[in-house]
């Protein structure tokens, strides 16, 4: 299975700032995906990253607001921009393993006041 | 409609007791199912995959019903333990693979 770790694991923002979220992986892996679980929600696809491409949003969700980089295949980050009250989830961080079986990391939890 | 449904719950369920949590999926063209559990304020882990033929882990059996678009997932002997959210999840073929998760079940079991 693959370990991923996120950082950081909670905040708490003002509204209006932005938060730039990291995801870690412990091997090379060609695509990773950022989820938003909204309270008492289900786990949405916000994106997919993959390294050396524009990452590709569904449909609600734009690069102005959650711009992703990736810069190599172990690494991730997704950035939360201008965030309002809207915005508070847990943000997931997801990758594919060489089975195919599909892990989350740990997520990150934040709070915009 | 949501592309995949779920009976929210709770259910509240004794020690020992069997449970049955079922799901409906919209799109006809969904190619992988899985269950997932998601404890309270933790990251969803893979639980079981859904064949076909249906499945069995231990005390965890998962059936397929292509024809209505169902899946379930019965769960014998609830211990402690299992007392957590059930994700009932699709795999899509959008250019890529995607998985479709949803809204979940949530199971408490009780001494």
């Known amino acids: 299975s693959a370990v991923i770790s996120q950082k950081p694991s909670r905040d708490i923002c003002q509204r209006g700032t932005s938060l730039t979220i990291q995801c870690q992986v412990d091997s090379q892996v060609t695509m990773m995906f950022w989820y938003r679980q909204q309270p008492g929600q289900s786990l949405t696809l916000i994106a997919t990253?993959?390294?050396?491409?524009?990452?590709?949003?569904e449909s609600g969700f734009v690069i102005d607001k959650f711009p992703i980089s990736r810069p190599n295949l172990t690494f991730s980050t997704l950035t939360v921009s201008n965030m309002s009250p809207e915005d508070s989830s847990i943000y997931l961080c997801?990758?594919?393993?060489?089975?195919?079986?599909?892990?989350f990391g740990p997520g990150t939890r934040l709070t915009v006041l | 409609r949501k592309e995949v449904e779920q009976d929210p719950g709770p259910f509240n369920v004794p020690e020992g007791a069997t449970v049955a949590f079922n799901c409906t999926y919209s799109?006809?063209?969904?190619?992988?199912f899985f269950w997932y559990r998601q404890d309270c304020r933790k990251e969803p882990k893979l639980l079981m995959s859904v064949y076909s033929s249906g499945n069995e882990d231990g005390r965890f059996t998962a059936q397929l019903n292509r024809a209505s678009q169902y899946i379930s997932l019965l769960i014998r002997d609830s211990k402690l333990s299992d007392s957590a959210t059930y994700l009932c999840v699709v795999k899509t073929d959008r250019g890529f693979q995607k998985l479709v998760f949803g809204t979940g079940t949530r199971l408490l079991v009780s001494p």
């Open positions: 990253a993959n390294q050396g491409s524009e990452a590709t949003y």
């Open positions: 799109n006809s063209a969904s190619q992988s």
């Open positions: 997801s990758v594919y393993d060489s089975y195919n079986e599909q892990f």
